[in-house]
């Protein structure tokens, strides 16, 4: 069966740092693993993915996730936090081989600090 | 534009009402979906459908019909809502597996 994880509910960075949300997955084909933004009041945007290819995977807003198919990990990082990056942040997980349906995470709120 | 409708943003009912809360993209995707949001849960799918009259239960579908007749529209439908249906729903829709999911602007359920 499909899962993901998101260790931290919170996340916590002053504007202008670098920030990492984590998310580890587990299925048992391919991983299709996607990064969803939500603002309050509003549905889940996408930010990125992966499907194959180059393990560091740059999306929208100067988001970036990295890969590890050994620690079975997909963390998003962005070099830079602004206060308007303050959001909850869902990882979500397709099993390109067996699954038809995503599997999301727990979701992590972040709050950059000005 | 491209997006995904719901409607209504809010809604309070009673325990037992007929409900239904419609869904509509205008992207001509085949993949259409329910999802219920709670604290601390994430997103729990409910129900999807990969294409016209093709549906099928996603991980929490107690409680809950859908009906796929047109491709655009994808009603969820709560035949005696309980209050353990109170949440926050959203409809998403995309292309196929590899395609990221559109989301809806979500309907607030609160059921007394």
């Known amino acids: 069966a499909q899962s993901v994880a998101q260790p931290e509910d919170q996340v916590n960075v002053a504007e202008g740092n670098p920030l990492t949300v984590k998310c580890t997955y587990s299925?048992?084909?391919?991983?299709?693993l996607f990064w969803y933004v939500q603002y309050p009041n509003r549905g889940l945007q996408f930010l990125l993915k992966y499907i194959t290819g180059d393990n560091l995977v740059k999306g929208s807003y100067g988001f970036e996730a990295e890969f590890n198919k050994s620690q079975t990990s997909f963390h998003l990082k962005k070099p830079s936090a602004l206060v308007s990056d303050s959001a909850l942040y869902f990882c979500a997980v397709r099993d390109g081989d067996y699954g038809q349906n995503f599997v999301f995470g727990p979701g992590t709120r972040l709050s950059v600090l000005p | 534009e491209a997006q995904v409708t719901q409607n209504p943003r809010y809604l309070i009912t009673v325990t037992g009402k007929k409900l239904t809360v419609t869904c509509s993209q205008n992207?001509?995707?085949?993949?259409m979906s329910w999802y219920r949001q709670d604290p601390g849960l994430g997103l729990r799918q409910i129900y999807y459908s990969m294409n016209v009259e093709v549906t099928d239960k996603g991980d929490v579908p107690e409680g809950y019909k859908v009906s796929r007749k047109e491709k655009r529209n994808f009603p969820l439908i709560l035949e005696s809502p309980s209050p353990n249906q109170t949440s926050l729903y959203f409809c998403?829709?995309?292309?196929?597996?590899?395609?990221?999911?559109?989301f809806g602007n979500g309907t607030r359920l609160t059921v007394t």
């Open positions: 299925v048992s084909g391919n991983p299709y």
């Open positions: 998403a829709s995309s292309w196929g597996e590899n395609s990221p999911l559109h």
């Open positions: 992207m001509n995707h085949e993949y």
